[in-house]
Structures are given as C-alpha cells and as structure tokens.
Nanobody, 123 residues
C-alpha cells in the first residue's frame, strides 16, 4: 500500500512558476514509477509527466514538454513537478499517481492516487 499526498499548488500569474511535491508513505517507494496527471473542470483527465522507478527516464505530455520537469528523490520518498512558463490553460487539479516499476501515460494503469492539489494560473 502506498499513500500519496500532493502539495505546492496555488494561484500564480501567467509566466510564473510553481513546484508541486508528492510525498509517499508506505513500502518500497523506489520500486514505483510515478506520474502526474491533471484534470480541469469539464475536461478529461490528462497525462502530464511520468518518471521511472529509478528516475533515469521521464516522459511528458505534449502540452507541457519543455516547460515542466518531473524529478524524484527516493531518499525522501518524494516526487516533484517543476512547472515553468505557466499558462492559463494549465489551470487544473494536479494528481500524482504510482504504479509498480514501469511508467505509463494511461491513468487507468496506476494503482495509487493522491487527493490532488489545485493550480490556478491567471492571465
């Protein structure tokens, strides 16, 4: 069992930056691939970024490529999402998720989810 708690969301102006954190508790965090997803009101859940269990590989959704960076610190059981050059269309609830070993862009393949943190980007 893995419990995930996101933090770091908030209100920021367009062009600004935020760093989201996802703290994990439970067993064997380092064996889990981690992903970030987001969901805006009235829209489908969208894949944002994912990293492999060791952090050596990462993958990004097209809409955030070049602006967002995912990283993890297995010693702290934490995964991060650094978000730069934020746009109003980045406004959403951001969720972190965990699945064993191999990352995926499909949210339905993740086993564990956090409660989400709101990111609002004003124009």
């Amino acid at each position: 069992q893995v419990q995930l708690v996101e933090s770091g969301g908030g209100l920021v102006q367009a062009g600004g930056s935020l760093r989201l954190s996802c703290a994990a508790s439970g067993r064997a965090f380092s064996g889990y691939a981690m992903g970030w997803f987001r969901q805006a009101p009235g829209k489908e859940r969208e894949f944002v970024a994912a990293t492999s269990w060791g952090g050596s590989d990462s993958y990004y959704g097209d809409s955030v490529k070049g602006r967002f960076t995912i990283s993890r610190d297995n010693a702290k059981n934490t995964v991060y999402l650094q978000m730069n050059s934020l746009k109003p269309e980045d406004t959403a609830v951001y969720y972190c998720a965990a699945r064993w070993l191999i990352y995926s862009t499909s949210g339905s393949s993740y086993e564990y989810w956090g409660q989400g943190t709101q990111v609002t980007v004003s124009s």
